[in-house]
């Protein structure tokens, strides 16, 4: 079944205690990002990247990294997390990311920081 | 001024009346139309999607795209209770990398 698995599902931690989330996909897509969504503020793109080794950041990347080292892999890193990215977060990929690509995104993950 | 401008709603009709959903938007390079739908704790999967102006229907559920206008329709016919959910609208341009969504607006259908 093709699908973007996210883990943990629900994540509880305290300030400044470094944490990743893990994205993975299985449709051989180019194309990965991470999404947070915030009431009232919807989804906001935090990184993308292209393909392996390509990464760049979106609308809201401070406080985060990504890397790219296997197609299918495209973990979240949060090295000091603030109470301030306590959010939903969403990795999606699609084949190339650009125009009209169908973007699969992966159950979310739930973040709170204490 | 966001470039997608969608109403959050929330938004609540009974059972087999017909939804309509909209966004505007401002960046007129926009080509694609896309309709997401969420459900709550899940992630949005793609609903409906739409070049340029015109219209496209499938089963009860019509996307309409006003370039001029710069105004985008979701309708839902004999809406039912399993449409309730969060609706989002995205746009992307021939060259953009990133989907550009309105904040979503949640529905609720009641029997």
């Known amino acids: 079944e093709a699908q973007v698995t996210q883990n943990p599902r629900y994540l509880i931690t305290v300030t400044g205690k470094k944490l990743t989330v893990t994205c993975s996909q299985n449709?051989?897509?180019?194309?990965m990002s991470w999404y947070r969504q915030d009431p009232g503020l919807g989804l906001r793109q935090i990184y993308y990247s292209m393909n392996v080794e390509v990464t760049d950041k979106g609308d809201v990347p401070e406080g985060y990294k990504v890397s790219r080292k296997e197609k299918r892999n495209f973990p979240l890193i949060l090295e000091s997390p603030s109470p301030n990215q306590t959010s939903l977060y969403f990795c999606a990929s699609s084949q190339t990311g650009v125009g009209s690509e169908k973007l699969f995104f992966g159950s979310g993950t739930q973040l709170s920081v204490l | 001024q966001k470039e997608v401008e969608q109403d959050p709603g929330p938004l609540s009709v009974p059972e087999g009346a017909i939804v309509s959903l909209n966004c505007t938007y401002s960046?007129?390079?926009?080509?694609?139309f896309m309709w997401y739908r969420q459900y709550s704790r899940k992630g949005p999967e793609l609903l409906m999607y739409?070049?340029?102006?015109g219209n496209k229907e499938d089963g009860r559920f019509t996307a309409q795209v006003d370039k001029s206008s710069k105004y985008i329709s979701l309708f839902i016919r004999d809406s039912q209770p399993s449409d309730s959910a969060t609706y989002l609208c995205a746009m992307n341009s021939n060259s953009g990398y990133a989907l550009n969504f309105g904040k979503g607006t949640s529905l609720l259908v009641t029997p």
């Open positions: 739409t070049y340029s102006s």
């Open positions: 449709m051989n897509h180019e194309y």
């Open positions: 960046n007129s390079a926009f080509q694609y």
